[in-house]
């Protein structure tokens, strides 16, 4: 069963709006193990006027004790989309935590179409087991 956030996560970086909703994958996670998986749904949401191609992803991921990884790559889901004004881009991914809660936020290194590269925010999201308090971390 999927638990979906109450809260979207949104930042505006250069007209580019990119939204964030968190969700806990209870099928894919076993307290008993301290495994904890959360899906996110990202979309963004080219709001400029000009061509972007986001291409590579970089996240900052807190543990609820403190804890941190930081994860690279090119694209996202092994995509570099490009879009034109007006177009919006979805995808789905997850994020395993050995805690009941965390926060994960990033950005994205995006090309405009004269190939200047420059970096989007990904805003600040919290991942938290359902049905207990949230933290702030």
Known sequence: MRYYGEVMYKAV??????????????ERSDPELRRYV??????????SDELVQLLSRYWHITDGLGRVEEVRGAGV????????PGDSYQYTSGCPLSTPSGIM???????????ELFDVVIPAFSLDLPGILRTVN
Not at 13 to 26: G, Q, S
Request: aromatic share 12%; charged share 30%.
């Open 38 to 47: 959360w899906g996110y749904r990202v979309t963004i949401d080219n709001q």
């Open 77 to 84: 889901v092994g995509e570099k989309p490009e879009l034109n």
């Open 105 to 115: 936020v990033g950005k994205y290194t995006m090309r405009s179409r004269t190939g």
């Open 13 to 26: 970086t250069r007209n580019i709006e990119v939204e964030v909703e968190p969700f806990y994958l209870e």
